[in-house]
């Protein structure tokens, strides 16, 4: 090999050998990108590779045409050297396993910026500690002068990795053969073993001498010749191609055996490395790809979640009418803290929150209020006897205000079932940009929530709508907060009125002993007529007011408030399950059958289409391709490694 790249001019870029053994007959093939067909023929090798080299130092002009004709010979290289390597990938059955770079030999005298590419790029190899050094010095020039025996010292002082080897020892002017037998003799650089070997001339090779004549001559040579006929018998070994091949070979050896555990550690780490980043990548394109896209659907399908906002309900409960069971020049109506007490019935303790018990419209409605809206509505109706439009009206206006709420909660989850079903698409799907199936999902389930949307609107209206018309069968209810509202609002009147007998009955163990055991005689008594669960303060309905304007007054008041608790309770029910049902739930309801419709997955050439939307993007595939090759690479050279020696 060694025979050829001498043939092939100046070197002016890196050559790297890779030598496999195999059981198909001798190739080579001459790689820039790559350069040629494979070579069969060994005599066609010195020809590629000039044509190579004149490709790589005119990185401009297509390859193509440095490989017919006269591979553009008389043309100028655009660069006098290169870093870029030609690489030589030979095989056969009578080739060794081994890799070695023939670099450009360093000189002096040229222009300093090749003078640095080479010295860098001889740098760049040599400093690796795995590198073994072939230091060839010519016996027809001054060995001072070399710059490559410098640099090996500087990179391997010890010399432990560097062979020395002495070329055209046949060109030695007569007399001075004894300024270089020190090297053999290890008296001149004994920091390494050298070599002496001596190649056919260009004469020779263009003659076309074989490997084997040349090996005879080389052979006839240093018997023949003093004083290399001279050396002792060990000093011999030194001599020959053939005794430099054998010690490179069991150096090659000694080196692989001495860093074998460092390079498993190194595989093992790469090979780790490797599978980690197969790992990362998303499963190649299946190859069932109808079955997978209506799996993806089915996961999504069922990944819709529910959605529900506390907002809603205490906005809507904000709307309850503001009674005050006094008249309104009785009271401050600006001081806030002497109303708080009427806004928290004790009753509603245990079935609403604390911080909602209090909750209402702020908009203040007295007795005179109450009073004078009667008397405005009756019409023909008898002496105490008001007509129903009265509580209807105050009852309409609280439902007039559950309008915006109602909105605010469709509107906000709507926006949030979007954001939330979006990010789903994001995340099922982010897979499948490249073949537009992403995309194409996510205009299918906006178009699905925008139709789900218009629906549950209308739906919405339509609670609304049925609530501007006071009505309910759940009579237990209604009466029981009738009852406890009209027992609230008297005790609040009286106590007001400085009427102590509402005090006594709230602070009834303030009370006399007598007023006490009558008070409980009288709860007791009522049990045995089947009146149940009485308190002390349900007893101040039995108290009649002073007027029977402000007892009509207050039994309105318990009937709107009475009818707004049972109402609220029922409309903040069935606007968020009416919401879910046609929204949040609907949505995900039809989608499946949308998504396979919109796709097209009912369609004849639904197949063709699923290979479409499944595919990944080209990048994707290069570096999945990539990975694989190297990890298929790293684990046949750890099988290898452990047959290393055995």
């Not at 001596?198 to 090779?205: L, V, Y």
């Not at 129903?388 to 439902?399: A, Q, S, T």
Request: net charge negative; glycine share 4%; proline share 6%.
């Amino acid at each position: 090999m060694r025979k050829v790249l001498s043939d092939c001019e100046d070197h002016r870029c890196p050559t790297e050998c890779q030598l496999e053994q195999s059981n198909t007959p001798w190739q080579c093939t001459v790689s820039l990108l790559p350069f040629g067909q494979t070579i069969t023929n060994k005599s066609d090798v010195t020809d590629r590779i000039r044509r190579a080299q004149r490709a790589i130092l005119s990185p401009t002009i297509p390859t193509d045409a440095f490989l017919t004709g006269d591979g553009m010979e008389n043309t100028q290289p655009e660069f006098p050297f290169s870093h870029n390597c030609i690489v030589l990938r030979i095989s056969g059955s009578d080739v060794t396993d081994l890799n070695f770079i023939d670099l450009p030999g360093l000189f002096s005298g040229g222009q300093n910026e090749d003078m640095d590419l080479i010295k860098n790029l001889t740098v760049s190899y040599i400093q690796k500690p795995s590198c073994l050094i072939l230091l060839t010095v010519a016996c027809e020039t001054d060995f001072v002068n070399q710059g490559a025996h410098q640099l090996a010292k500087e990179f391997d002082p010890d010399g432990y990795r560097t062979i020395g080897v002495l070329t055209k020892p046949d060109r030695i002017p007569p007399t001075e053969e004894g300024e270089w037998l020190p090297f053999i003799r290890g008296e001149r650089e004994n920091t390494a073993t050298w070599f002496c070997v001596k190649c056919p001339n260009s004469q020779a090779i263009k003659e076309g001498i074989t490997w084997e004549q040349a090996r005879a001559a080389e052979l006839a040579f240093f018997s023949s010749t003093q004083p290399w006929s001279t050396l002792k018998d060990d000093l011999g070994t030194q001599l020959g191609t053939e005794k430099l091949t054998t010690f490179l070979s069991n150096k090659l050896c000694d080196a692989i055996e001495e860093r074998l555990p460092d390079i498993q550690k190194k595989l093992d780490k790469r090979l780790e490395e490797t599978r980690r980043e197969l790992d990362e990548l998303p499963p190649p394109p299946s190859s069932t790809p109808m079955k997978d896209i209506l799996r993806l659907i089915f996961d999504f399908t069922r990944a819709a979640e529910k959605q529900s906002e506390d907002a809603f309900r205490i906005a809507i409960r904000q709307t309850a009418p503001a009674f005050i069971p006094q008249f309104r020049d009785e009271t401050n109506e600006d001081s806030d803290a002497e109303f708080k007490s009427y806004r928290s019935p004790a009753f509603l303790e245990g079935e609403e929150r604390p911080d909602e018990i209090g909750l209402d419209d702020g908009e203040k409605i007295f007795i005179n209020d109450v009073l004078e809206t009667a008397e405005n509505a009756v019409t023909r109706e008898l002496p105490c006897n008001f007509p129903f439009v009265i509580p209807k009206g105050y009852i309409i206006e609280r439902v007039d205000q559950w309008d915006e709420p109602a909105q605010t909660l469709f509107n906000s989850t709507l926006e949030k079932l979007k954001e939330i079903t979006l990010d789903m698409v994001d995340k099922h799907f982010e897979r499948y940009i490249h073949g537009g199936l992403k995309q194409q999902v996510r205009t299918i389930v906006r178009a699905q929530l925008e139709l789900r949307a218009k629906e549950t609107s209308k739906r919405i209206e339509f609670l609304l709508q049925v609530e501007r018309e006071p009505f309910t069968e759940n009579k237990h209810s209604f009466r029981d907060y009738r009852r406890k509202f009209l027992a609230y609002y008297k005790g609040l009147y009286h106590s007001h009125s400085n009427n102590y007998f509402i005090d006594r009955l709230r602070q009834s163990r303030y009370s006399s002993s007598e007023f006490n055991s009558a008070l409980n005689m009288i709860i007791s008594n009522l049990a045995f007529i089947g009146i149940h669960n009485v308190n002390p303060l349900d007893l101040a309905v039995l108290k009649p007011s002073e007027s029977e304007d402000v007892e009509d007054a207050l039994r309105i008041m318990a009937d709107v408030r009475g009818y707004f608790q049972v109402a609220y309770k029922r409309f903040v029910d069935n606007v968020p399950k009416a919401i879910d049902e046609n929204l949040v739930l609907g949505v995900a309801k039809d989608l499946q059958d949308a998504l396979v419709s919109g796709l097209g997955l009912d369609l004849p050439d639904a197949h063709e289409r699923c290979v479409r939307y499944l595919a990944e993007h080209p990048r994707l595939a290069d570096k999945r391709e990539r990975l694989s090759g190297r990890k298929n690479r790293l684990e046949l050279a750890l099988g290898e490694l452990d047959m290393v020696f055995v």
